[in-house]
């Protein structure tokens, strides 16, 4: 959804836009993303290019102040913008990806140890997510981006609904236990947010969530540019408002300065893509996802590098094209 955001932002163009800018600015949420971050730090290797964490909850909370293991973030995506800006790649981490969680900087009793990725938010919040990200991939964050989930719903109800295209009959397992019919069907923000949740239903379980997650972002974009949204000043508005409501930012992020970079972006040059991993395995008693160690590696190089376009000309098989 902060994707979204700044290419809608972008699509506004310039002069007085910039004021504008500005306001939403002024109204975002803001948390320290980067000042607890022990250790040292990957260097930003390629000027102009961006690296920005996007993290998603049902529970927006970015010093997670619920006791350590009460709750963890749902979706973890590290959007690389290339220093051209022309291009943006936005890979998706396993919420059970098994990495090396460090010691968390705020409760000494958790960390330290090989767990599940989203487990870094339940004890140590942004800052040791960051760290463990960056642990992990060896690519520097620029920027996170955290988003309420539940803001999804107003955020889609503003834009009158959207279209997407339902892969297989399913009973949500949610109150009120809505039913989805395979084949394209019109959602509006309570019914988008139901079905972007499920995974118990799906072969792929939790891959199949990611999957619909970033569908469901694609078909956002794709309503608001197709709707007259950019060209309407009321619905934009009304629109951005309620994008920006559901974010928190770390303390330097700038919607002015990213809609800027994003200016010449549509939904055509996102590219989505799954961290590569080997699949489901048991590690403790418990079923996680294994990484692709040496996979995984090549492509958080060529992040690191802004040599992701050469990546996946070698390993076009891993990216995640929504739609499919």
Sequence with gaps: MAALALLLLAGLGA?????????LDSGLQRTDAFSKVAGQR????????????????????PENKAQPGQWRTDTMIVMHVDANHQKAYLISLPRDLYVHVPKSPTNSEFGDTNAKINAAFAWGGVPLTVQTIEGYSGVHIDHVV??????????????????????????????????????????????????????????????????????????????????????????????????????????????ADTALQFRNMSS?????????????????????????????LS??????????????????SSTVKPGQ
């Design 146 to 255: 955290l988003v309420d989930f539940g803001g999804f719903q107003q955020v889609t109800d503003a834009l009158g609904g959207v279209d997407m295209n339902i892969e297989q009959d399913i009973t949500s397992i949610h109150k009120p236990f809505r039913h989805f019919n395979k084949g394209m069907n019109h959602l509006d923000g309570a019914q988008a947010l139901d079905y972007v949740r499920q995974r118990y239903q799906f072969a792929e379980g939790d891959f199949a969530r990611m999957r619909h997650q970033q569908q469901f972002m694609k078909a956002l974009l794709d309503k608001a540019t197709s709707s007259g949204t950019l060209s309407n000043p009321f619905k934009i508005d009304s629109f951005l408002t309620s994008v920006t409501k559901a974010m928190t930012v770390d303390n330097t992020f700038s919607l």
């Design 268 to 296: 055509k040059d996102l590219t989505f893509m799954t961290s590569p991993n080997l699949g489901s395995a048991m590690r403790g008693g418990e079923s996680v996802v294994v990484s692709d160690k040496e996979k995984a």
């Design 15 to 23: 002069g007085g836009a910039f004021l504008y800018y500005r306001s």
């Design 299 to 316: 492509l958080y190089d060529a992040v690191a590098k802004d040599k992701v376009a050469d990546w996946i000309a070698q390993n076009g």
């Design 42 to 61: 990957p260097v930003a290797a390629v000027a102009g290019a961006q690296n920005i964490l996007l993290l998603g909850s049902d529970s927006r909370d």
